[in-house]
């Protein structure tokens, strides 16, 4: 079993920046893959970056390429999003994600093996 918990969500005028952090529990983070997801009311959850178990390998999403960079510490067991010149579509919750075949390439919610809880962005004009 695989706990997530995501922190760093808040409330951004368009143009800042913020820092999700994902905490993972167990002793297998490192084998993981781990994705960010968002969501907003009424739409399905979309993919946002993902990155591979050695941190080696990361891919995104065409809406935040060029702003947000996915990290990972694995001493820390956490997995980080740096999001920078946010807007106001970037409004969601956002989940992270452990993908147990570690791979990094993986933008399928089904891909995903456990989920956090999320965590609220609002960005504002």
């Known amino acids: 079993q695989v706990q997530l918990v995501e922190s760093g969500g808040g409330l951004v005028q368009a143009g800042g920046s913020l820092r999700l952090s994902c905490e993972a529990s167990?002793?297998?983070?490192?084998?993981?893959?781990m994705g960010w997801f968002r969501q907003t009311p009424g739409k399905e959850r979309e993919f946002v970056a993902a990155i591979s178990w050695s941190g080696g390998n990361a891919i995104y999403a065409d809406p935040v390429k060029g702003r947000f960079t996915i990290s990972r510490d694995n001493a820390k067991n956490t997995v980080y999003l740096q999001m920078n010149s946010l807007k106001p579509e970037d409004t969601a919750v956002y989940y992270c994600?452990?993908?147990?075949?570690?791979?990094?390439?993986?933008?399928?919610?089904?891909?995903?093996?456990?989920w956090g809880q999320g965590t609220q962005v609002t960005v504002s004009l």
């Open positions: 994600a452990a993908d147990l075949s570690g791979s990094g390439r993986h933008y399928m919610t089904h891909e995903y093996d456990y």
């Open positions: 167990g002793r297998t983070f490192s084998r993981y893959a």
